[in-house]
């Protein structure tokens, strides 16, 4: 009888483990090679919602859903977008994100503001998702790695662009491919075709300069025009919001993928990075 028990408890625990590893969605998110356009159910909430995950869910496995859900938690300190700001002389210094952002219970930045800009926000989903994945205590991280995070320095002045992997997010140009990509090898460049809800997309506009978003999808607006959507901090949302632009506006786009979380704890502080990358044409 006793050995009856333990082959039951045995098979239910191993019932237990595979139903959890089916629910883990610890691997690269896939996608079929064609473009994602969006239905106007999608949308239809607008610009401040933290529904992302349940809408978007449907299109996307793998990493990218942890992605979904950070938006969803950052996007619910600031219903109403909280505010854009961008002074890289102002006194307080600008503040990337508008409320004080850790990863593994480590304080990378403390806000001096509440309001926040694009590469801030796409890079505060960066860290919500690691905390996700990660479960802000399942791995120790290197001092010199988690310092190389940091969004500010140790006295709270503001860290300069290409100063470690923070500088390297938010420099001019393509600062997805520089951070994730070159630097830590977290990330993978995709196509414009291959896009998913999740990955993360640097913009380069036909005039002015460019945007660091979380995309969301392809769509065609009312005017018979097809867009982009996504995820950021603009103007146009007051701070934390979706947008929807038509891609008429977009000169070049650089998309990247989450695909190897695990070199968080592995990467180089010190490798060099080539910021001469040209990035690709949406041909949709």
């Known amino acids: 009888m006793q050995y009856l028990k333990l082959i039951i408890v045995t098979f239910a625990i191993f019932i237990n483990i595979s139903a959890q590893s089916k629910d883990d969605n610890f691997f690269e998110t896939k996608d079929d090679s ?16 933290t529904k992302h995950y349940e809408i978007f869910k449907k299109y996307v496995n793998g990493y990218n859903t942890y992605i979904l859900k950070a938006i969803d938690s950052i996007q619910a300190k600031a219903m109403d977008g909280g505010g854009y700001f961008i002074g890289i002389k102002s006194n307080p210094p600008e503040s990337p994100i508008g409320y004080n952002l850790s990863l593994f219970n480590v304080e990378l930045l403390k806000a001096p503001r509440k309001t926040s800009y694009c590469s801030g926000s796409s890079y505060s989903v960066f860290i919500e998702t690691l905390n996700l994945i990660f479960n802000n205590k399942s791995r120790k991280l290197s001092f010199e790695r988690l310092e190389s995070l940091r969004m500010q320095e140790p006295d709270g002045s503001r860290r300069e662009d290409n100063v470690k992997f923070w500088g390297k997010w938010n420099a001019d140009g393509y ?24 990955d993360f997309l640097n913009i380069s506009w036909k005039k002015g300069g460019g945007h660091s978003v979380v995309f969301l999808g392809w769509y065609v607006n009312n005017n018979n025009e097809k867009c982009v959507v996504y995820w950021s ?31 968080l704890f592995q990467f180089d502080v010190n ?10 044409i949406i041909d949709w």
């Open 175 to 198: 600062g997805n491919n520089f951070a994730l990509v070159q630097y830590s090898g977290m990330g993978k460049r995709i196509k414009p075709v291959n896009a998913r809800p999740g």
């Open 233 to 263: 901090s603009q103007k146009r949302t007051n701070g934390l919001g979706n947008d929807i632009v038509p891609i008429k506006k977009i000169k070049e786009v650089m998309f990247v993928r989450l695909a190897y979380p695990e070199k």
């Open 34 to 49: 064609t473009w994602l356009v969006l239905n106007n159910s999608d949308v239809s909430l607008g610009k401040y919602h």
């Open 271 to 280: 490798k060099t990075i080539n910021t001469k990358v040209k990035g690709d």
